[in-house]
């Protein structure tokens, strides 16, 4: 099994990005029939912890590990965790080029919430990336299917972006099922507040 932890906006968020993306350069090459690796809104998430391929016997382990975090959380928070979509930017350049949507709002209770997920899967000996922790949203996975100058205006334009505030509810256990048609299976949720 592929897992990831994720945290994923609510609809009304999903729905404005999506407004504002299909303005951009990407969205309309895609509505032009342009295959620029657009991802499908209902995949939008902010992963928090990437466990990669594990043995599905491990999954009551990962469950028990998540589950601890969410309970602890409230304890440990007023439970609300305010974000919005704002921003943006790029990973990588030319046939590696990532577009993405940023975070504002409690980044310290988000990072502390990553954090937390990190410790409690690597105390039950399960892997986590290790990687530092930059919240975004993956849109496209554009490569060089989109040039410079029209990646470089979608990034103009992402930077005047501000979406609506939304509370974080709940923390995500996530199945990736990889192929031409990407699935994201939700498994398990727990709620955060």
């Given amino acids: 099994m592929r897992l990831f932890v994720a945290l994923f906006p609510p609809a009304s968020a999903?729905?404005?990005l999506q407004a504002r993306v299909e303005t951009l350069n990407v969205g309309q090459a895609t509505a032009a029939g342009r295959d620029v690796g657009l991802d499908d809104p209902v995949r939008w998430h902010v992963t928090l912890a990437f466990l990669g391929e594990l043995d599905?016997?491990?999954?009551?382990?990962?469950?028990?590990?998540?589950g601890k975090v969410a309970a602890a959380w409230p304890a440990d928070h007023t439970g609300l965790l305010p974000l919005q979509v704002a921003d943006g930017g790029r990973f990588n350049s030319g046939e590696t080029t990532i577009l993405w949507a940023g975070l504002h709002g409690d980044m310290g209770s988000l990072?502390?919430?990553?954090?937390k997920v990190d410790?409690?899967?690597?105390?039950?000996?399960?892997?986590a990336t290790g990687r530092p922790f930059r919240p975004h949203l993956t849109l496209a996975r554009c490569g060089d299917r989109l040039s410079e100058d029209?990646?470089?205006?979608?990034?103009?334009?992402?930077?005047?972006?501000?979406?609506?505030r939304w509370t974080v509810d709940e923390l995500v256990l996530v199945r990736s099922h990889l192929g031409e048609d990407k699935i994201y299976e939700r498994l398990r949720s727990w709620p955060l507040r």
């Fill in 150 to 164: 029209e990646v470089a205006a979608d990034l103009a334009d992402l930077h005047q972006y501000a979406g609506p």
């Fill in 119 to 127: 410790r409690s899967l690597r105390g039950a000996g399960l892997p």
């Fill in 14 to 16: 999903v729905a404005d």
């Fill in 56 to 66: 599905e016997a491990r999954l009551d382990e990962v469950e028990a590990a998540l």
């Fill in 111 to 115: 990072t502390d919430l990553v954090s």
